[in-house]
């Protein structure tokens, strides 16, 4: 698992703070994305970044934003969160996107607490 | 649209005992299928995938897969349990062109000693 960190691995908030979460790559990989994981529910997709640019955003609240300044580092800004955006956040990579035919590597997560 | 379903909430199996979990697929055009498992506390991991060629696709840990077209399933299977394999098994599909894999909802696996 070294190969994608995340941090922080566990964090709560309010639901007026900001904080945000960090995704990092070893693997020299070209694309990163979010995924929010719910009890019982599939991996949504949140959002795609191939080589830098953003090419999916799976209409995903304006509270939740994103940014890559690098194909290494993916970020997660969030802000005015509500409850049931509780759950655990993933952050994968794979060798780049759009191809479909790239296994992804996930890192362990950010369990968010909303409160 | 793409569609992934994995049946069985829960699959139970006595160690050393052959092992499926299943899943089947919709996806216009032809599908790229993966299998990825998931640890207590821990992200997903890639067991193996299927792009194009033979039916059947080895992976890691002594995992395999079958891709069988007629009946749009990609059934994960290993010949003899571990208790160490109890985990979350997920499915996913993905195709050419698209940016977007999708998850199935995921299948625990219990494995008894």
């Known amino acids: 698992e070294t190969g994608v960190t995340q941090t922080p691995r566990h964090l709560v908030m309010g639901m007026t703070n900001k904080k945000s979460l960090k995704c990092e790559q070893h693997?020299?990989?070209?694309?990163m994305y979010w995924y929010k994981q719910s009890a019982k529910k599939p991996l949504e997709l949140m959002f795609v970044?191939?080589?830098?640019?953003?090419?999916e955003n799976n209409s995903v609240p304006s509270r939740f934003s994103p940014e890559c300044p690098n194909s290494s580092h993916l970020f997660l800004h969030l802000h005015t969160l509500q409850p049931e955006d509780s759950a655990l956040y993933l952050c994968?990579?794979?060798?780049?996107?759009?191809?479909?035919?790239?296994?992804?590597?996930f890192g362990p997560g950010t369990r968010l607490t909303v409160t | 649209a793409q569609s992934v379903a994995q049946p069985e909430d829960q699959v139970n199996v006595a160690e050393g005992n052959p092992l499926t979990v299943k899943c089947t697929y919709s996806v216009s055009g032809n599908p790229y299928l993966f299998w990825y498992v998931q640890y207590p506390n821990r992200g997903l991991q890639f067991l193996l995938k299927?792009?194009?060629?033979?039916?059947l696709v080895k992976g890691s840990y002594g995992f395999e897969a079958e891709f069988n077209k007629s009946q749009t399933s990609f059934h994960l299977k290993k010949p003899s349990a571990l208790v160490s394999d109890s985990a979350l098994y997920f499915c996913?599909?993905?195709?050419?062109?698209?940016?977007?894999?999708?998850f199935g909802t995921g299948t625990r696996l219990k494995v008894l000693a």
């Open positions: 299927y792009i194009t060629g033979d039916n």
């Open positions: 996913a599909v993905s195709r050419s062109g698209t940016y977007k894999y999708i």
């Open positions: 970044y191939n080589f830098k640019e953003q090419t």
């Open positions: 693997l020299g990989h070209n694309a």
């Open positions: 994968a990579s794979s060798q780049e996107a759009g191809q479909g035919v790239y296994e992804q590597y």
